[in-house]
């Protein structure tokens, strides 16, 4: 009987030393300082809060998906059973992207949404109304409910077969992400850290370069026509080159504000523009790291893409307008030709060209803003880059800077496809052609709102990103003969 209470004593006296033992994770979260004018209540909770988010990730990560061997559609099945706290709630068609759509008619003209600008002659605009009367507008003016996403209706070009790798290395937000030109295996992305992962994604994936410079969020880089050169943007107000081969940034570009957004030029690789804070777009001469030419707008430069033959670049504003701004491959000089402008007074976050489009029947521009609206131009390429809105979708409002994209030119024949991250977590495809029926398909795996996604040349894996700093690389089902 002795040697029973011995043993619950020796018990209960373990059990007050693993209490009184402190995990520091936990410490750390406990002892952030609160100021005077904070409630105790609400900081008492919110350092819990983050001790309990760091502990589940770790959790998720480690069983959710290293042990899911029966591939995605289980996977999925998994984090789609409801729970105990989820039966207590009802599920609103609002909460949803995939259900938020709302399909905007084409602007009349004489509509006052939408206002197009030109810097170019009169004569320009007149062939260019002739152009534009040849092409069908596929646009139409629905209610909210009216373009649900259909479980039973995924289009088959865009259905996946699961997950090809998962990238969790990276601490922070991942703020972009792309393919390397012409590539199939090359991804790489930059994080709010102010790092620079570059990954191989053949047969057995791996991460081939850290690259570290940048002391804030990088926000936006791009890759040389080669391969062999990344340039990349950061909040810091620089813009570093960085030699893949070796890993190392061979140069550093000082600017006076926040650069926002990088491209190469297509055609003369010597050539890098930036949209940056202080309202400009600047032509930098690769080699030199000199500037060449700036051009000033009404507001911060957030987006930009060039056409294809490089004589056009397409910038979107921190107010919502879209520029044309014609540009000379051998000199380097700018000067706009037109501008679009809305009354969505929100950030451009994506700027993406298409050199071709059956629907539009030639070149296509898609841009998105930060409140959700996502324009699909056709685009006059022998009027300087002229702008006219094909249709326009209304997704639901984001609070980070979420981005969309153009799908492959696999089934142009019955639709047109864009994909698009959330802030729900998952991603979502819409058909522009479908109006009923926007949200075609989407991907459920990420546990935070997905911020980028990308495209690979071979068209068979799509990546995305999270606030969290995950990147999931989904393999696209083989179309059957």
């Not at 909770?45 to 998906?65: F, N």
């Amino acid at each position: 009987m002795e040697g029973k209470i011995k043993s619950e004593v020796e018990i209960g006296e373990k059990d007050e030393e693993k209490k009184q033992s402190k995990d520091p994770e936990f410490l750390s979260c406990m002892m952030q300082p609160a100021t005077s004018d904070s409630d105790p209540q609400y900081i008492g909770i919110r350092r819990i809060l983050l001790h309990r988010k760091a502990e589940s990730g770790v959790i998720s990560r480690r069983y959710d998906w290293r042990c899911n061997g029966k591939g995605y559609v289980a996977y999925r099945n998994f984090i789609s059973k409801p729970r105990k706290w989820e039966n207590l709630r009802t599920s609103s068609l609002l909460s949803s992207p995939g259900n938020s759509g709302r399909w905007l008619p084409s602007p009349s003209p004489l509509s006052h949404q939408f206002e197009a600008e030109s810097f170019t002659s009169s004569r320009d605009l007149r062939s260019v109304n002739q152009v534009s009367s040849h092409r069908a507008s596929f646009s139409s003016s629905l209610s909210d409910g009216d373009h649900s996403y259909r479980r039973g209706g995924v289009e088959h070009a865009y259905s996946f077969v699961g997950m090809h790798c998962i990238f969790d290395q990276c601490k922070s937000s991942v703020t972009v992400l792309k393919f390397g030109h012409m590539s199939s295996d090359i991804l790489a992305y930059g994080a709010s850290d102010g790092s620079l992962t570059v990954c191989n994604l053949s047969e057995e994936p791996s991460v081939l370069k850290q690259l570290t410079g940048h002391s804030k969020d990088v926000t936006d880089f791009d890759f040389s026509s080669n391969n062999q050169y990344i340039a990349s943007s950061s909040l810091d107000k620089t813009i570093r080159v960085w030699e893949l081969l070796r890993g190392v940034c061979i140069r550093v570009i000082y600017g006076i504000s926040a650069q926002y957004c990088i491209r190469f030029h297509p055609v003369n690789n010597n050539f890098l523009s930036a949209g940056n804070a202080n309202k400009e777009l600047t032509v930098f001469n690769f080699s030199t790291g000199r500037i060449i030419k700036k051009l000033s707008f009404d507001d911060e430069v957030t987006a930009m893409d060039h056409d294809h033959t490089g004589q056009i670049i397409f910038c979107g504003d921190g107010q919502g307008t879209v520029y044309s701004v014609s540009m000379d491959s051998h000199t380097g000089s700018l000067s706009r030709s037109h501008r679009h402008r809305t009354n969505h007074k929100s950030p451009v976050t994506t700027v993406k060209y298409r050199s071709f489009s059956l629907l539009a029947s030639g070149p296509v521009l898609l841009t998105c803003t930060q409140d959700g609206n996502l324009c699909f131009f056709s685009v006059a390429l022998q009027i300087k880059g002229y702008l006219t809105l094909r249709c326009s979708l209304k997704l639901a409002p984001r609070i980070h800077r979420i981005q969309a994209s153009f799908c492959p030119l696999l089934s142009l024949e019955k639709g047109e496809y864009i994909v698009a991250g959330s802030e729900d977590s998952n991603v979502y495809f819409y058909d522009l052609t479908k109006p009923k029926h926007t949200c075609v398909n989407k991907l459920q795996g990420h546990r935070f709102p997905v911020m980028c996604v990308a495209w690979n040349h071979g068209e068979n894996l799509l990546a995305s990103s999270d606030f969290y700093g995950v990147v999931i690389v989904w393999k696209r089902a083989k179309k059957s003969s």
